[in-house]
């Protein structure tokens, strides 16, 4: 369910997901190296790749975690069939696999949609009218295009990232409310498209994909990587630690203790002199740096997960 979610990948993909799908993009201004997903063709026969971001990577890990064999630490080879192209698919290290009675098999779509019904059944989710709330794997793909478009993502690069043919195809995953909100809401966006130029519902340029993959190479910052989404600004004017976005990096804890320390210094001269005004922005930027060294903190506490990156040659 996790990955649906934060891919928008169709269940074909999802189950055809390999470790050797995780590759690397470095970005061309500042080096730094951009973890990404491989997704292989299906409905549009179009490769595509999708950013990982830090909710999926957990994710990823725990996967890669569940399926690695506990004696040699590595994933299975599995063949599995293709029932499009019917023919069987060479070895390699499928994701999504599991341990059926001693043999190791590939997930099917039928088992992902009985467990998540199964799933559904326990927690006992019902709809507005009290009756038990159906959820099809290809649910949480509409959820993905929903949350991106929210987020500010514009619709034409959200077109790519989904590997839709068709931006009206995006727009109409883009809706998760009653019936006559969407039609109201679709009504708006045909009004404002004939009074909108034409080039803002179109294929990204060149210049559009680089501003967007600039937006990563702005996320980092001293003490680790802002968060914030796409086309979104810096609600801290970039006092990172009083954020909840900022993801502190481990290796930069003795920078935030440091910060720390000059803040509870600044604090008692603060206090010394009278200054009260500055009193009360120190201390929330205290609260946010021990904030900050308690994740890092909590997140030492558990155990690491080696990901690995395969090489391309």
Known sequence: MEFLRHTGARIEEMLEISHHAMIQYRLPTTSEIVPLLQIAPSKTDQERVVLVSPELADVLATIIR???????????????????????????????????????????????????????????????????LAFAPHDFRR???????????PPHIAQVVAGHANINTTMGYNAIYPEETIEAHRAFIARRRSLRPAEEYRTPTDAE????????????VSVGTCARAYGT??????????CSLLRPDPAQR????????????????????????????????LAGADSKISQIDTAAAGEPVLLGMPAQR
């Not at 600004?233 to 009083?242: D, G, K």
């Not at 008692?268 to 009278?274: D, K, M, N, T």
């Open 209 to 220: 994909w680089e501003d967007f993959l600039g937006h990563f190479e702005r996320r980092k």
């Open 143 to 153: 959820l993905f295009i929903t949350d991106a478009i929210r987020s500010g993502l």
């Open 254 to 285: 003795g920078r935030l203790i440091e910060i720390r320390d000059n803040l509870i210094d600044r604090i008692a001269e603060a206090e010394q002199e009278g200054w009260l005004g500055e009193i009360e922005g120190l201390r929330i930027s």
């Open 66 to 132: 569940r399926v690695r064999d506990p004696r040699t630490g590595a994933i299975p080879l599995l063949s599995a069939y293709d029932y499009e192209e019917r023919l069987w698919n060479p070895p390699s290290p499928l994701l999504f696999q599991w341990d059926r009675g001693g043999e190791r098999s590939r997930m099917s779509g039928e088992f992902i949609r009985s467990a998540l019904g199964e799933v559904l059944a326990f927690i006992d989710l019902t709809d507005s009218t009290g009756q038990p």
């Open 233 to 242: 600004a810096c609600v801290h004017e970039h006092a990172c630690v009083r």
